[in-house]
């Protein structure tokens, strides 16, 4: 059941999970058609701050979480592994809509969550009416090399895949984090408040191993939670996807290059839309909240129709 009582020193629900014990913003009204909105890394559940009062308005409740190693998200038990795969993150989005008692939702994703939304319409489509993407393209038929400027732009998985760049990591993970922060958007998108704000939930405890198994796992260099095979397994074999789909990327994104995503429409069936916010970079929800918040709303419609 909800535990709706907020942890101190932030605002903050906190709801008990299957595994984890979830953070979360949860905004609007009760009753209504919810829009989960998923964070990416480095990040955290505050990207969507300016931009879940504007679907709040518009008669959405909505659902902000912290991913599991980010903010006050816990686990339960120590035993659970602290793994973060794309497929397990898909599993705890689904968990913590089990918990809310929610069946049916709209999902907005940015990086990470952009392609753990993608899992949730493989995985469970009925639950999943309208999806929006934010600069991580699809992952539909598994994740491939596209050529050596995008390799390049991966720099950072690789390192995350030696002994030396997992020992390095582990050391300066906050530096790591505001490194990316400096060099995947154009300068001065963000202010050190900002950042320093966003930095203290890389603080959990958790956020290192979580971080480093998502992106050693993604190319085979970690072994995948066994939860989520099953769910990675059919994302990979799964070539077009039929959920109507907005993908919103920055036209000056330093990480995924606009050329990668070009293409992206040829892996959907349904109503698919693809949009470049020119001058913008990787961190779309920061950068462009009314461009986004505009770009949801007429995405996903009026409420009755979610």
Known sequence: ????????????????????RVALNDSGPAG???ALLLHGWPDDATTWDRIAPRLAAAGFRAIAPMN???GGTRFLSPRTPRTGNTGILAIDSIELMDALGIERFVVAGHDWGANVAEMMAVGWPGRVSRMAMLSTPSRL?????TGFEQAERYWYHWFQATARGTEYVTRHSKAFARYMWDQWSPPGW????TFEGVAKSFRNPDWVAVMLHSYRARWGEATLDPRSRRLEARVKAT????????????????VTAPTASERMGDKYSGPFERIVLEGKGHFLPREAPEAVAENLLRHFG???QA
Do not use: N, W, Y
């Not at 535990?3 to 984890?20: C, F």
């Not at 963000?190 to 408040?193: G, K, N, R, S």
């Not at 077009?240 to 919103?248: D, K, N, S, Y």
């Open 68 to 70: 599991r190693g980010a």
């Open 32 to 34: 209504a058609p919810v």
């Open 141 to 145: 038929g598994g994740l491939r090399i």
């Open 239 to 254: 070539k077009r996807l039929a959920v109507p789909t907005l993908f919103l990327q920055g036209g000056a994104d330093r």
């Open 302 to 304: 009026s409420p009755g």
């Open 190 to 193: 963000f202010d050190e408040p």
């Open 1 to 20: 059941m909800p535990d709706t009582e907020p942890p101190r020193g932030t605002s903050l629900k906190r709801v008990r999970a299957k595994h984890l």
